[in-house]
């Protein structure tokens, strides 16, 4: 297997560079690089049939990865673009420890990069320019937006990301939300961090709503609180699971946001700071 590797801007020949393929089966092959018949470059491999993960990589370029199946000889050319490496690590701000799961956003593509499990990292391979970061985790509240740069000059950017907790639901709340039937009473207990039972009821004064009871889990993402219906206990006939997204105030009494993500609001205070079975 012969490789060629050149500039996807002006096709210059790279040297140098590194060139392997992983048979998916623990073995990795290296390259070695030689020089052509007509002077091109080449990276050399000697390969049994199969199919292999190819990597290429040269300083100041993006690598490339593409998944190969080897069956005769091959000649291929793969056009690298320069750029460089942004290494995020993502830690909590008030512990140090590292976030597990974080995701990277960029403001330039709806692709998301993931942080690594164990070590909290992820590495981004980006063509030079400037860029706008946004890191989240469940169960943290997402970072500001950064703005980082990729140069020449400053190809290999680290950053460490600091998130804080998000505070999550304790206890029990009662309230009201808006839906079909107008303004509803609503106790709201927290069984765990990810599960509540939905109580809902007429306030007072009012006979425009029934009566219902269901579970519903909890989950916390880019510093929302979302609840979403699971399991009826007592449905009235017409009714249906609403959602909740909303924050929790900074001392954890109150709980407000939106019904079903339309303009339907929902507004809870904290009557317990725990749950009693």
């Known amino acids: 297997v012969d490789i060629i590797l050149s500039d996807i801007d002006d096709s210059t020949m790279l040297e140098d ?11 990795l092959y ?4 030689v020089t052509g018949e007509n002077g091109e470059i080449i990276y050399r491999l000697q ?15 993006i690598p490339e990865v593409q998944e190969i199946e080897i069956s005769q000889d091959v000649l291929q050319e793969l056009h690298l673009q320069s750029g460089g490496t942004l290494t995020i690590s993502v830690t909590d701000i008030d512990t140090g420890e590292i976030v597990r799961g974080a995701i990277v956003e960029r403001s330039d593509s709806t692709e998301v990069e993931y942080a690594s499990w164990n070590e909290g990292i992820a590495q981004l391979h980006l063509p030079y320019g400037s860029y706008e970061i946004k890191v989240s985790a469940d169960y943290y509240y997402a970072s500001e937006t950064i703005e980082v740069e990729i140069t020449p000059d400053n190809d290999s950017v ?16 009662q309230g009201w939300y808006e839906a079909n039937q107008g303004e509803t009473g609503l106790t709201l207990t927290v069984m ?4 509540c039972l939905f109580s809902f009821y007429n306030l007072p004064d009012h006979d425009n709503a029934e009566s219902g009871m ?10 929302q609180i979302i609840i979403t219906g699971l399991e ?25 946001g939106t019904v079903n993500n339309s303009s339907w609001q929902f507004e809870l205070v904290q009557v317990k700071d725990s749950f009693e079975v």
């Open 17 to 27: 560079a590194s060139v392997t393929m992983d048979d998916k089966r623990g073995t």
């Open 30 to 33: 290296q390259a070695q690089q």
């Open 47 to 61: 390969l049994p049939d199969g199919k292999y993960t190819l990597t290429a990589s040269a300083e100041g370029y």
């Open 158 to 173: 680290e950053l460490n990301v600091e998130l804080a907790a998000v505070r999550t639901l304790e206890g029990v709340y």
């Open 192 to 195: 765990s961090r990810t599960q």
């Open 214 to 223: 269901y579970f519903a889990d909890i989950t916390y993402e880019g510093g």
């Open 232 to 256: 009826w206990v007592n449905k009235p006939e017409t009714y249906s699971f609403v959602e909740f997204t909303g924050t929790l105030s900074e001392d954890g009494l109150y709980f407000t």
